[in-house]
């Protein structure tokens, strides 16, 4: 079950997770809290239960769209076959939704994502985190199984060994058949290279980093930046680029499609996450970085990635501080890949055999099939 716009790209993600588990012979749907209609899905298993989504016009507004969550919720948990599985992939953290848990009489799988606290102290939602503190842990004690991306965020979220539910470890996947494959044109201007962010930007992706390793660059290769996307941290980085006097970021704002696919066609380096320490957490599951693997183009990030072993020749790790990303480190990189002719190819395979919704969500359907 997933709340929210049925056109962003967490939507595309829930989708290529029910048709994982259908692919491993689950009977799976997708129920979507949100606007829309069973027209705007060409996929036959999605029902859509009207329910009020942002943006909220008042603080009213928001109220009336509490309770429409929670009459949506109350039909998903309390309605229909008392049989069924309900994985939801968030929660309200509230007494409403702690009590329809300890009503249901249907099993609940819950999946933590990301680590919630530290994210809503970011974003300065200081009720939605006494709200977390209140109820998150009772709420997480009353379901079945808990699937989560990382060990860390799950031991950040819950006591697990104190409170002994049972729980997954499963990482983020993709799509590969969905995803293409980059036509890269490699290095076409010799000692020119390409850096490209595709994110909806938060102060996690630490882009900062990278624009203030650019001002301390002082080597004779040309690094453009292209960044593209929107998001709450975007401001800040204009105002930080025109501080810094940088002349090569390029801000395209969001694209998609054939545009997006020109962008990264040029990219010689995609960046991802650089700074998960600000959500306080270490091991990340990205999806971007999965994204960019399927296509076959190199990337750089910061922290651990299980899925990213240190011998990984396509992906460049650094460090997760504050400090300035190292330019001349991403160049040295650069300058060794891009003699790999069979970067593209590999990184394609990699994608298929390791990171594919498939792979990822057969864990879970093992799971179901035993119980």
């Known amino acids: 079950m997933y709340f929210g716009n049925p056109k962003n790209g967490i939507s595309k993600k829930v989708l290529y997770q029910v048709q994982a588990l259908r692919n491993n012979n689950i009977d799976?749907?997708?129920?979507?809290?949100?606007?829309?209609?069973r027209e705007d899905f060409k996929e036959d298993f999605v029902d859509i239960i009207s329910t009020k989504v942002p943006p909220y016009k008042s603080f009213l507004d928001k109220l009336s769209a509490v309770k429409s969550l929670r009459r949506s919720y109350e039909q998903v948990l309390l309605d229909g076959?008392?049989?069924?599985?309900?994985?939801l992939r968030e929660c309200v953290p509230s007494f409403?939704?702690?009590?329809?848990?300890?009503?249901?009489k249907k099993k609940v799988i819950l999946e933590l994502l990301s680590n919630s606290f530290q994210e809503a102290?970011?974003?300065?939602?200081?009720?939605?985190?006494?709200?977390?503190?209140?109820?998150?842990?009772p709420i997480l004690r009353s379901v079945d199984l808990i699937v989560s991306v990382t060990q860390e965020?799950?031991?950040?979220?819950?006591?697990?060994k104190k409170y002994k539910i049972p729980y997954l470890i499963i990482g983020n996947g993709i799509q590969v058949d969905s995803t293409?494959?980059?036509?890269?044109?490699?290095?076409?201007?010799?000692?020119?290279?390409?850096?490209?962010?595709?994110?909806?930007?938060?102060?996690?992706?630490?882009?900062?980093?990278?624009?203030e390793g650019l001002r301390r660059y002082k080597g004779n290769d040309v690094i453009n930046f292209h960044i593209v996307g929107t998001g709450s941290a975007l401001s800040q980085l204009k105002e930080l680029a025109e501080k810094l006097e940088l002349k090569n970021i390029f801000f395209h704002g969001f694209l998609s499609g054939k545009e997006l696919d020109d962008i990264l066609e040029a990219t010689d380096l995609a960046i991802s996450t650089l700074a998960i320490h600000r959500t306080n957490i270490r091991y990340l599951s990205v999806l971007k970085?999965?994204?960019?693997?399927?296509?076959?183009?190199?990337?750089?990030?910061?922290?651990?990635?299980?899925?990213?072993?240190?011998?990984?020749?396509?992906a460049l790790r650094v460090e997760p501080s504050e400090q300035p990303v190292n330019i001349e480190q991403?160049?040295?990189?650069?300058?060794?890949?891009?003699?790999?002719?069979?970067?593209?190819?590999?990184?394609?395979?990699?994608?298929?055999?390791?990171?594919?919704?498939?792979?990822?969500?057969?864990?879970?359907?093992?799971?179901?099939?035993?119980?």
């Open 180 to 211: 293409p494959v980059s036509k890269r044109k490699r290095n076409t201007v010799p000692g020119e290279y390409n850096l490209t962010c595709v994110a909806q930007i938060s102060p996690w992706h630490g882009l900062d980093r990278l624009m």
């Open 153 to 160: 965020i799950l031991e950040q979220h819950f006591n697990i």
């Open 330 to 371: 991403i160049v040295s990189f650069l300058k060794k890949i891009e003699q790999d002719t069979e970067c593209e190819k590999n990184m394609r395979k990699y994608a298929e055999e390791v990171l594919s919704w498939d792979v990822k969500m057969g864990r879970l359907a093992d799971y179901l099939k035993s119980r």
């Open 121 to 137: 102290l970011l974003r300065k939602s200081y009720l939605y985190y006494i709200s977390l503190c209140l109820f998150y842990a």
């Open 96 to 104: 409403w939704m702690w009590r329809l848990l300890k009503q249901s």
């Open 81 to 87: 076959d008392q049989e069924e599985v309900i994985m």
């Open 289 to 314: 970085s999965r994204e960019y693997c399927a296509r076959g183009i190199p990337f750089v990030y910061a922290g651990i990635d299980d899925d990213f072993p240190p011998d990984f020749p396509y």
């Open 28 to 37: 799976a749907r997708l129920v979507l809290l949100g606007k829309g209609s």
